[in-house]
């Protein structure tokens, strides 16, 4: 008897212990169950809803069939908007078609065009046919350009093939340069390769390269060697140094060297120290294997 007793009393004891903690998790899944209806997730349970949350359920889930017809999602069901909702998203379905027509967009619906709408396209195809043209890319059709608009284009497309020769990028066709243009396209090709070599960009014909240009070019390339050896960098050379230059370089690591083992900052090679300097090093800052 008495064990039962004490065995009613625990249970008891036990509920009430975890009472709060019910309390708090129901709170906390229902809001969760809320959250899960207005998405429209599969976790939804819409007997946990009171009237007021099936209510703004229902509203979120309209709003989103709404947004799935104004983005031509398959999800949409038309038989559920309102009639103001449904003429607003023919409204939108018609300029969007409108607008992908005139941009060449493959979506486009010919038949819901008007004659004026139809007009307009013909007119934005034929005039992005001729940038097409002028600019050398995409379906370039000169059967359908007239006669002025095929002298513009090929005006055009030999501005840009002097162009690109002269930047040496593009299709140059130096074939059909004129006199003139093979003497400029000429100068801007040596000036370019001359800067390519002085600046180690890109390729560099040294053969090009004029004496003075030639010797512009190995200064050039000794101080960038320089400055990769003061930088430490893997692509200093220093049998390209002169003895005075490899002593300036020497003396300037031997000063790293001291500074990084009197501050205890940096690699330091006690091995390197003089004697007085050694000296001058701070116990703290030696390195623990020696």
Known sequence: MNVTLRRCLWAEAACL???????????????????????????????????????????????????????????????????????????????????????????????????????????????????DCKDSIGACDRSKLTQSETTEVNVAVRQLNVSDCRDGTGLCDHSTLTRSETSDVAAAEHERNTLNCQNGWGECDRAKLTAVEAGQTAAAEHERNISACRAGEETCDYSKLTVPEANLLAEVERKRNYTACLKGVGYCDPSRLTPSEAVAIPAEHKPLRQ
């Open 17 to 131: 212990s975890l009472w709060p903690v019910l309390l708090f998790a129901q709170p906390s899944d229902l809001a969760q169950n809320l959250a899960d209806c207005k998405s429209g997730r599969d976790a939804c349970d819409r007997s946990k809803l009171s009237l007021s949350q099936s209510a703004d359920v229902a509203r979120a889930r309209h709003g989103r069939n709404v947004s799935d017809c104004r983005n031509g999602y398959d999800s949409c069901d038309h038989s559920k908007l309102t009639e103001p909702e449904a003429i607003a998203l023919a409204v939108a379905d018609h300029r969007r078609n409108v607008s992908n027509c005139n941009d060449g967009i493959a979506s486009c619906n010919l038949s819901r065009l008007t004659q004026s709408e139809a007009r307009e396209m013909a007119a934005a195809e034929h005039q992005r046919n001729l940038a």
